[in-house]
């Protein structure tokens, strides 16, 4: 795969990811490169009121593999968005059942979301 298609790829499992994490999808990758080290993906969150934006910058290391580049991207996304202003803390995406967060992991070459307490595979990151 050529570089431009890779980034472009990153960035539309990026946005797979946001959508899953505020299913209102008000979160959206406006960039992604190379760093000195580590990949960047851009984001940004629109407030319910349409005014405030907030931006901030992921990063993941160049060197792993597509399901472990896809699971760290996953996680986080997951931190920031989850934390932001935008979601104050609630759970994303829901775990079925449960109070918490499903966690992003490789599960035998793919990135899936897993329950943190029973380690039940739930659904692949990425559709
Ligand atoms: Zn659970």
Avoid: N
Avoid at 63 to 84: K, M, N, R
């Amino acid at each position: 795969m050529g570089e431009e298609a890779r980034w472009a790829e990153l960035e539309t499992a990026a946005q797979q990811i946001l959508d899953q994490l505020d299913p209102r999808r008000r979160w959206r990758v406006v960039d992604a490169g190379p760093g000195d080290d580590l990949g960047r993906i851009d984001i940004q969150g629109r407030a319910p009121d349409g005014g405030r934006w907030e931006q901030a910058s992921v990063h993941f290391p160049l060197s792993d593999p597509w399901p472990e580049t896809i699971a760290w991207i996953a996680s986080e996304l997951q931190d920031y968005v989850v934390e932001s202003g935008l979601q104050w803390g609630a759970a994303a995406p829901k775990c079925p059942g449960h109070r918490h967060p499903a966690d992003p992991v490789t599960v035998e070459g793919t990135a899936v979301w897993v329950c943190p307490a029973t380690h039940a595979v739930l659904r692949p990151v990425l559709a």
